[in-house]
């Protein structure tokens, strides 16, 4: 599965911004990929930030981000969301979609399989 992940930019701090990836799944539907979001912010190793399952039931998310981040999917549209909201500048980073072969929400990077390039936020304070 190739995935673009799209709508990073310039926000201040305590604004919103959404992320959405769109996926082209070649022979497994996008359906059937657990989704998740990661960051890496500048000097920082990737970190785990929100995972979807594959009905978009089930949801998972780093504490930092609780309340304010919201992980969504519309598998029709083949695209995974992420609405974050009271952005802050310690969320600034490449934000990643990433898509995973296994059966339940994993939080590990090496977990998932196949990586979007990477969207750029910055929170100015």
């Known amino acids: 599965v190739q995935l673009q992940a799209s709508g990073g930019g310039l926000v201040q701090a305590g604004g919103p911004l959404r992320l959405s990836c769109a996926a082209s799944?070649?022979?497994?539907?996008?359906?059937?990929?657990?989704m998740g979001w990661f960051r890496q912010a500048p000097g920082k190793e990737r970190e785990f930030v929100a995972a979807?399952?594959?009905?978009?039931?089930?949801?998972a998310y780093i504490d930092s981000v609780k309340g304010r981040f919201t992980i969504s999917r519309d598998n029709a549209k083949n695209t995974v969301y992420l609405q974050m909201n009271s952005l802050k500048p310690e969320d600034t980073a490449v934000y990643y979609c990433?898509?995973?072969?296994?059966?339940?929400?994993?939080?590990?990077?090496?977990?998932?399989?196949?990586w979007g390039q990477g969207t750029k936020v910055t929170v100015s304070s």
């Open positions: 990433a898509a995973d072969n296994g059966d339940v929400i994993r939080r590990h990077d090496r977990e998932y399989e196949y």
């Open positions: 979807i399952s594959r009905s978009g039931v089930a949801t």
């Open positions: 799944a070649s022979g497994r539907a996008f359906s059937r990929y657990i």
